[in-house]
């Protein structure tokens, strides 16, 4: 608007001026020649000429910087810096409300996690852990998550359980795999689709307790052929470190096989066997027990880890939207200072403007000498 009237008002007043001859047409424009006294009129428009051809300058130097950037700029500028700031605080919000349930959560889950370990741990001493196993038939159990905005959990089980894939893969070896989440399910389904043998998704849709985890252990017990089940899980530390940890349940045709040869297998050896099971049925009841169990903490250790990983990506998420919002209300104060200088500048070439074009009014009100 102001812009508009400014051009506007600078027609108006110097509008003469755009004539081959300038003195001529603004005392043609102005004062009739007829009139006056020459000497009187020809001192009066020389002073007018130069009045405007000065107003001038000064309006054709504004009006010109002004057409380079166009109208309004600045205020969009400033409109888009504003939009941005509202929508980083909105982020920000949302970061520390994430923050504070991933807390929560960690809380009960974590509690559960400490109690779990006391399942395993008696089978891993009587049963034994010994990853280094050479079978012919293992199978991965990948833990992850079925959501994200967790940092990189996922993405340490996926890479952990390549490099074993890797490593027990051979000629006259079947390696398979069982996922356990959806974002393992999205990463080892692009380049692994073969070799997946079971997908288990929606764990903690409802809260984690040994009877669901004995059931998803049954499930796979019974459509898995296995020599060796690997579990790779991450273990639970502190709310900022988690460890990626493999755990090895062997099948009960491979414990005897390996007691018979020689191998160490914890110390199942030192106890004697009573009652009318013989050791194969007991080896298999251990084995399915060691598995329910190891899984239940696993799945435990994970969640924990998973709560963990989003409380402390939430907060770092949180610290950089509070970093970007004081950027932007830097920026968007410059912007509002550059804004009112101008808008200052404008106001007082106008008023200038306005200044000029009021003396010369009283110029066309002039009445003939005496």
């Known amino acids: 608007m102001a812009m508009a009237a400014l051009r506007r008002e600078g027609r108006r007043c110097f509008s003469p001026l755009n004539s081959p001859n300038p003195i001529a047409a603004v005392r043609s424009s102005l004062i009739p020649a007829s009139?006056?006294?020459?000497?009187?009129?020809?001192?009066?428009?020389?002073?007018?000429?130069?009045?405007?051809?000065?107003?001038?300058?000064?309006?054709?130097?504004?009006?010109?910087?002004?057409?380079?950037?166009?109208?309004?700029?600045?205020?969009?500028?400033t409109q888009v810096v504003r939009n941005r700031m509202k929508s980083v605080k909105n982020i920000q919000k949302i970061t520390k409300a994430m923050k504070m349930v991933a807390a929560s959560k960690l809380r009960a889950i974590?509690?559960?996690?400490?109690?779990?370990?006391?399942?395993?741990?008696?089978?891993?001493?009587?049963?034994?852990?010994?990853?280094?196993?050479?079978v012919k038939k293992n199978v991965i159990v990948t833990i992850s998550s079925d959501k994200g905005l967790c940092g990189g959990i996922n993405s340490t089980s996926v890479k952990t359980s390549k490099n074993i894939h890797k490593l027990a893969s051979g000629p006259d070896k079947e390696t398979k795999y069982v996922i356990m989440g959806e974002k393992g399910k999205a990463q080892l389904i692009r380049d692994s689709k073969k070799d997946i043998e079971l997908i288990i998704t929606e764990l903690q849709k409802n809260p984690l307790n040994y009877t669901q985890v004995s059931a998803l252990a049954d499930d796979i017990l019974k459509n898995v052929e296995f020599d060796a089940l690997r579990l790779v899980f991450n273990k639970f530390q502190s709310v900022v470190s988690f460890i990626p940890t493999m755990a090895t349940i062997l099948s009960p045709e491979v414990i005897e096989k390996e007691s018979e040869v020689g191998g160490k297998i914890g110390?199942?050896?030192?106890?004697?066997?009573?009652?009318?099971?013989?050791?194969?049925?007991?080896?298999?009841?251990?084995?399915?027990?060691?598995?329910?169990c190891v899984l239940f903490n696993a799945v435990l250790e994970n969640a924990c880890s998973e709560q963990g990983a989003r409380m402390s990506a939430m907060d770092s998420s949180s610290r950089n939207a509070g970093d970007m919002l004081d950027r932007l209300t830097l920026t968007y104060n410059s912007l509002e200072a550059v804004s009112r200088a101008e808008n200052r500048i404008t106001e007082r070439d106008e008023a200038k403007i306005k200044g000029v074009c009021w003396d010369l009014e009283p110029v066309k009100q002039l009445s003939p000498p005496n």
């Open 35 to 77: 009139e006056y006294d020459f000497s009187l009129t020809f001192s009066l428009l020389l002073t007018v000429f130069l009045v405007v051809s000065l107003s001038q300058r000064r309006v054709f130097v504004f009006v010109s910087a002004c057409e380079q950037s166009p109208l309004g700029v600045r205020s969009i500028s």
């Open 110 to 134: 974590q509690t559960k996690t400490e109690n779990s370990r006391g399942l395993w741990q008696p089978f891993t001493a009587l049963l034994g852990d010994t990853p280094s196993v050479d």
């Open 267 to 292: 110390d199942l050896d030192a106890y004697e066997i009573e009652g009318g099971e013989t050791k194969s049925e007991i080896l298999q009841n251990l084995a399915e027990f060691q598995f329910s």
